[in-house]
């Protein structure tokens, strides 16, 4: 990731912040005759205790002297949630001169055998784990039947969500769950600016899919990824499972455990039973290995 990347990424996220508030969320005038959405950087600034000129360069881009105490008080004036709060620092760790450049790429971590087991344990509980650009790297039996569409040549959710035209059939929420893949995708981006197959990702879906363009444009941050999202199966039809995930103690930090459940008693467990019946044979056989 170059200089000019980072500046660029300060830039239209600090401006997509800014557009978002109104005077009134802030306790300012709205006055008249105002050309651009949200707040104007001289707003900013008065919020923030720097002066305008300190603030218009900030916003350009200039993030590399900043110190913490100074990025809290612009994060306070934005009105930044912890998430974004925690993006705004890793661009400015990643623009410090210490940070600058990319390492030479390391092999990823591998999976301990321990994490296939733990997964094939769970048998009434779809799983998987998938790296920051999700990819993904295994899954269990009930995994594999839950995510049948999903699992084909590539095995990547984000590439399938946006360019595969099923994925509007899968997913009876299409909407939300495209927002959320691209948050999560964006806050990766900061923690690993030198991740080359991610921003390789980024730049193929953002050529083919205005819809993923779109949302990457908006710099949304999500770093904890759990809610609750429905299916639509081709063969089980539609269930409802709640999901967490959580990042795997694996070395990088960038592989995530994903899990789904159902309701105790819910039609959505009597269906993930029925898909857990059909991998009965691959569960006793150990099951293939992802």
Known sequence: MTKNDTRADVRDFLASRRARLSPAQVGLPSGTRRRVPGLRREEVAVLAGVSTEWYTRLEKGHIAEVSDEVLNAVARALQLDAEEKTYLSDLARLARPAEKGCPRRSRPAELPPQVQWMLDAMT???????????????SNALGRALYAPVLGDGQNIARFHFLDPGAHDFYADWETAATTIVSLLRADAGRNPCDRDLRALVGELSTVSPEFRTRWAAHDILLHNRGTKTFLHPDAGV????????????GDGSQLLTTYTAEPGSPSEDKLRLLASWTAPEVRSGGPRR
């Open 124 to 138: 009434m509980s779809p799983a998987f784990v998938t790296n920051g650009r999700w990819d993904v790297l295994a």
């Open 239 to 250: 269930i409802e499972l709640a999901y967490c995930s959580l990042e795997l103690p694996t």
